[in-house]
């Protein structure tokens, strides 16, 4: 495995950055900060990330760092040899590329046969699973429907193309003829159809049956599902996608009137909204009132995108932050702080006082309350490179406790959330 390359982006949207893994080179696009999702694609002919969702990465991307690969034998990753991509090798894809950008835990938003890959991600890795979202996904074994069948069995021309766009939607204006002629390029591309043709052979049904997991995998997978899925759609049956309701513990199906197999491009602000509300529900808005009196801390933790957990001051901390009607204090020390041994204040050895100060933190000034984000704005602190600006925290109530999130160091390998705890003092 190498580490992603970092030249420019061609012009053709479609080509991102690549990596070089085991057996292949991985052209995935890496858009936007903050919690990681990985998006992954159907099985469309011509299919790559950028056509299945490039709708949905410009919007999710001011909210999140959107991962969306080209999965092996579709789009522009390449497959070394002969060999033909199957689950194994797609699931080894998947975590080889999320441990080449350091990334351990992510949410995975997965359409069609990128659901069936969700699915056996989680099964298999459940630890570095999230939060799952379903788009129209296998999942399941069920008979294949005549429009997959059609799907896979493509055999290129403008009019094939045409017809299988059309069974993709609900609403034909979708299907313009700049669409059918994009696509049909897509799927005629270099050995794109020869490559697309060995995915899915004859007998297809047994493809249908490879992507799908038991009745008890499915049980066994915990993350919290949102399943979503277009009420005609013609590809995958709905009641698919309704009897992933009744196996996945923790899930919930949408069902998207007037609308086909494409959610994500016939109802693109429906799906983004959905997706959002569910990946990143919005805390009820904090009020002064609410926040006013004394908090003792409870814990202090960085958790990085890459796994670690850092605890800045040990695992055991004491202190508080103090809110009153328009100003604040907070102090947060190591419990375990040893005693100076060399001289006071102001003689003991330079060692000693750079050990007193990483054990301890201490600011103060006013603050504002706007939503769920708390403003801090600094007029002492011992760190004095504060001193005149503001720390603005994520704020939520869980339990009865104050949780204050700060995401640090963005889009460099050291990016973490820093989340401290913090419970009502009787006094």
Known sequence: MTTPSTTGTPAAPEIGKSMKLDGMVVNYH????????LLIHGSGPGATAWANWRLTIPELSKHARVIA??????GYTAVEGSAIPDRTMWLSQLTGLLDGLGL?????????????????????????????????????????SEGL?????????LEAMRELLGIFVYDSSFVSEDLVEMRYRASTRSDVQQRFAALFPEPRQQSVDRLALSAEQLKSI????????????????LAVSEKLKALLPESRLEVIEKCGHWVQIEHPQEFTHLVMDFLFPK????????????WSVCSWVQAYDDGRKVFPMGEEVTGFILYGRKYMSCLIARKDRPPFKTGGQW????????????????????????GNQIVHKVTASLFPNWVGGEQRRTARMQ????????????GTPEARTAVLVWEKSED
């Not at 805390?283 to 004394?294: D, H, I, Q, V, Y």
């Not at 339990?399 to 963005?410: F, K, N, P, S, V």
């Open 222 to 237: 915990g993350a919290s599902t949102l399943i979503i899925h277009g009420r005609q759609d013609k590809v995958i049956p």
């Open 347 to 370: 003689n003991a050895a330079a060692e000693e006082k750079a050990a007193a100060y990483e054990s301890f933190l201490s600011y103060s000034g006013t603050y504002a309350v706007d």
């Open 399 to 410: 339990d009865g406790r104050l949780h204050l999130e700060a995401r640090l160091e963005e």
């Open 69 to 74: 690969p080209d999965m092996a034998g579709f």
């Open 149 to 157: 069948n059609k799907v896979w069995g493509y055999t290129p021309s």
């Open 30 to 37: 890496d858009v936007g900060t903050g919690s990681p999702v």
């Open 283 to 294: 805390a009820p808005a904090l009020t002064k009132n609410e926040l006013m009196g004394r």
């Open 104 to 144: 351990q835990r992510v949410s995975v938003v997965g359409n069609s046969f990128g659901g069936g890959l969700a699915l056996a991600f989680a099964h298999a890795f459940p630890e570095r699973v999230d939060k799952l979202v379903l788009m129209g996904a296998v999942g399941v074994s069920f008979r294949i």
